[in-house]
Each structure stands twice: as structure tokens, then as C-alpha cells.
């Protein structure tokens, strides 16, 4: 049992987790005893190499309940080691005489007295407890992601690029490409909005990471709660093309990932009289990046104490259909999924699976992963060839770009294109059949972040 008081002011509850298998528990236990009404302490950002560190003895002598979050690895051969971290958190809770709370993940056992250093022993002895995240969840930012809703949207779109006298030199079959992905996710609006809601403010500032062409902002930050919206992208012609009304949207292009990316935002903001974002917008830009662990940390340092970000994207490891099997018997599908993976620089988009890792390390709480799932059984056939499009039809040109950066010859450039173009083609006709059934998510992760 936890004894500290809620009143109390300072980190009342330290957790003690093994880094390899325990972060992403540790990080929802953390949430949930902040709703709760605890004030817990974890040590995310402390790289975990040699002494221990006179930060982590202070918050352990400081505290009352010592937390350990019991999983497969955090007894494994590394508390035998010398100066690992775990066995001298515990130790000296145990010698400090601190209330221990052993909490036991799934798939986890409480360590038998024998498997562990003599120092920490009685550890064993204490009563475990199995915390039921699940009854716990915050409930405040329900995510009403109905298929009724991206009907409304796609009916509600334009259909028609509207801009006049653009210069936009982008490949015309890309910019339709693009818009049909928008189309996609519209729906994000209602998500935009919920979690605005959540900040209970107005004059609230966004920073849109790869916003292309703006469109999806448009909708999305469309409402009055939102007072200025950065929109940057790498793609300068695109930015350069943007021809916006509303005083509250404005554009610059930055690639996110050059080593100036920290400075260039910074002078922008201070342009814009911006200071710190509420909400940061990332919409199917991380498979995009070559390190969006990186990523993730840089966008935390502009948020808001109490601010949001909101990422979305598409998964590969969540295609799936029936009746793409090629003569050998082998999907079609997982086919190209595998030459994806196999374009260098590209990165891979199995990210849905990674996401929760990526922004519990950056050091964002209370993460809540959803998904949008898209099948095709009730598709008409163009709204069916235009998922095929949002979902593969640009990957031939992948290998391109890979060619033009020089991460490929020209001959093993035009192999890898040929295949893929094969492969593409081969699907793009079996999406036609009445029979062919396909569905993929997009996943979607919402964090606030705990500085
Ligand atoms: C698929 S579009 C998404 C556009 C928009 N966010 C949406 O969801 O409709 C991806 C965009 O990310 C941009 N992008 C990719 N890497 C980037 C980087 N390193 N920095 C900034 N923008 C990037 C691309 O130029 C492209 O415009």
C-alpha cells in the first residue's frame, strides 16, 4: 500500500524500473499515480552509465513510498552487477527504511530470495501489489473516431485545388496524392479540438511539423480556441506556393532534422511573438524522418509545460488484405512492405508499435495511443483506389529519390524501382476486384508533456 499524503509538495514517490523492459510501465504507472493524486519521481532522462548519480540518491532519501516496477528484466543477471542502478535504489530504500511497494507488470514474478544480491534480499519478503492500469485511464480525452465522421469530411472537402497563379512546382500527381491523404485524415479535427478543450485556455499556439501545403491545419485548427499556427516543412517550393487569408497561419520551411532545426524554429517564434506551443502537430511526417527518437525530444523542449503533441501516421506492420497472394502464394503485400524496408535512407514505417516508446522517452506523460482503422468493404471503387493511392502508389518513386540523393546506383536503382513498380501495378489491379478486401490503421498518439 501507498502511504504518502496527497498534500504533500514534493516528489513524495520515487520509481525504481529496469530501462530495458520497464519504461513504457514505469511511465503509465507514473500517470496513473499522478491522478491518483501522488507526485511521483522518475528518472527518464538520466543516461544510465556510471556512478549513481547524487540527483537519484537525493530523490530516494527525499521520499516516502519507493515503487519498483516488477518486470522479466529488472531482475535478470544485471543486478548482479556492480553499480547497477536498480539494486542500489534498492538497497538504499531498504536501508533508509522506506515504504517499498513492489508493483508487479504482466509476465513478471517477484524475485526469489535467492536470485538476488545479499544487500537487497528482504526485497523478496515484500507484499506485491498488480496495478489494474486499465480501470485507471483518464477518460477526459475520448477519441470519438467514428467512420461516420471521415464520411462527413470527405463529402465536406473540395475536390479542387483552389489556389490560383501558384507557382507549386510539386509533381501534380503527388499534390493529388496528397490531397486524397488529407481527405484521410480530417478527421483529426474533432481529435485537434477535444484536446484543445483539454488545455482550457484560448490563445492557443501550434507548431505544424511538415504541414505540406497547410490544408490539413487549415481544418484542423480551423477553430477560434487557436491563435497562431507555425506551420514548417523542408519542402520550400511548397511553402513558397501557400496562399493563406487567415492572419493566424504562418509558414516557413525548416527541415526538422538539419542541425540548425532548434534555432531556425526559435527565431521564428520570436518573430511571431511565440514562446513556448501549446499543442505540436505532427501528421504523417514521422516515417519521413531517419531518427525520430531525436525528433521527439527536440519538439518536447517547445511545448508548453502543460502542452500537447499529437502524432499520426500510417503503420505498415497493420496491412493486411485477402486476395493479394501473387502464384508463388506469397502476399503481395508483405512483398512490398519488405522492398520498403529495403530502400536505403528510407525508414521503415512499422511506427504505430514504436510510438508509445518514442514519446515516453522524450519524457512525455499521460500517452494515449489510438487508431483509425480503414478497410475497404465498404468503399465505392474510386474511394478504394484512392486508399490504394494514400497507401502505396508512391513507393516506385521512393526508390527514386534514393537515387537522386545517391544512396543507389542507376542499376540497382532501376532493379529496385522495376520490382517495386511491378509490384504496385500488380496490386493496384487486384484493389479493382469486387472481392479484394484490404484494411490498414493510422495510428494516432496524444501526449502532454510532464516538465
Ligand atoms: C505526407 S506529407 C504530410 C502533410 C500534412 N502534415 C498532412 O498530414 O496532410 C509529409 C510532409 O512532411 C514533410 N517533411 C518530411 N521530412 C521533413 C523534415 N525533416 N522536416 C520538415 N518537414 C518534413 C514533407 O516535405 C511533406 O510535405
Request: hydrophobic share 40%; net charge negative; with cysteine.
Amino acid at each position: 500500500m501507498l502511504s504518502t499524503k496527497i498534500e504533500d509538495k514534493f516528489h513524495n514517490t520515487f520509481i525504481c524500473y529496469r530501462h530495458s523492459d520497464g519504461l513504457p510501465w514505469a511511465i503509465l504507472l507514473k500517470d496513473t499515480l499522478v491522478r491518483l493524486g501522488y507526485r511521483p519521481f522518475l528518472d527518464v532522462n538520466i543516461n544510465q552509465s556510471g556512478d549513481f548519480p547524487e540527483i537519484l540518491e537525493k530523490k530516494v532519501k527525499s521520499c516516502i513510498d519507493f515503487v519498483v516496477v516488477v518486470t522479466p528484466d529488472a531482475f535478470g543477471e544485471r543486478i548482479h552487477e556492480r553499480k547497477d542502478w536498480v539494486e542500489q535504489e534498492i538497497e538504499l530504500a531498504l536501508k533508509l527504511n522506506k515504504n517499498i511497494v513492489p508493483c508487479k507488470m504482466p509476465m513478471a514474478n517477484m524475485p526469489i530470495i535467492t536470485s538476488l544480491p545479499k544487500e537487497i534480499q528482504t526485497f523478496a519478503d515484500k507484499q506485491c501489489i498488480s496495478p489494474d492500469f486499465h480501470t485507471a485511464m483518464d477518460e477526459n480525452i475520448r477519441l470519438s473516431v467514428l467512420r461516420d465522421n471521415l464520411g462527413t469530411y470527405l463529402k465536406s472537402m473540395p475536390t479542387k485545388n483552389n489556389k490560383k497563379g501558384s507557382s507549386y512546382e510539386l509533381d501534380s500527381k503527388e499534390k493529388i496524392r496528397l490531397s486524397k491523404q488529407v481527405k484521410n485524415t480530417a478527421y483529426l479535427k474533432d481529435i485537434v479540438t477535444n484536446v484543445a478543450e483539454k488545455i482550457n485556455r484560448t490563445d492557443l499556439t501550434v507548431l505544424d511539423v511538415g504541414c505540406a501545403e497547410g490544408e490539413l491545419g487549415k481544418i484542423c485548427f480551423a477553430n477560434n480556441l487557436f491563435s497562431k499556427i507555425i506551420g514548417v516543412d523542408k519542402d520550400k517550393a511548397v511553402i513558397k506556393a501557400i496562399k493563406v487569408d487567415d492572419k493566424r497561419f504562418v509558414y516557413d520551411d525548416v527541415d526538422i532534422e538539419d542541425d540548425s532545426a532548434a534555432q531556425t524554429l526559435e527565431s521564428i517564434m520570436h518573430n511571431q511573438q511565440v514562446n513556448k506551443f501549446d499543442i505540436v502537430f505532427a501528421s504523417m511526417v514521422l516515417h519521413h524522418l531517419l531518427n525520430v527518437e531525436k525528433i521527439m525530444h527536440l519538439l518536447q523542449q517547445f511545448l508548453k509545460p502543460d502542452g500537447y503533441i499529437i502524432v499520426v501516421g500510417p503503420d505498415d506492420g497493420s496491412k493486411l488484405a485477402y486476395g493479394d497472394n501473387d502464384e508463388d502464394g506469397l502476399s503481395i503485400i508483405q512483398q512490398i512492405i519488405e522492398k520498403t524496408r529495403d530502400i536505403p535512407f528510407a525508414s521503415d514505417r512499422f511506427n504505430g508499435r514504436k510510438l508509445f516508446y518514442w514519446l515516453a522517452t522524450a519524457g512525455f506523460s499521460q500517452i494515449r495511443i489510438e487508431s483509425v482503422m480503414r478497410d475497404t468493404s465498404s468503399l465505392r471503387p474510386s474511394e478504394k483506389m484512392d486508399l490504394f493511392d494514400v497507401c502505396f502508389s508512391y513507393r516506385p518513386e521512393m526508390v527514386r529519390l534514393a537515387e537522386k540523393k545517391g544512396f543507389l546506383d542507376k542499376e540497382s536503382a532501376n532493379a529496385m524501382y522495376n520490382e517495386m513498380k511491378l509490384l504496385c501495378d500488380e496490386l493496384k489491379f487486384r484493389f479493382k476486384a469486387p472481392q479484394f478486401w484490404f484494411c490498414s490503421y493510422d495510428y494516432i498518439g496524444i501526449a502532454q508533456n510532464a516538465q
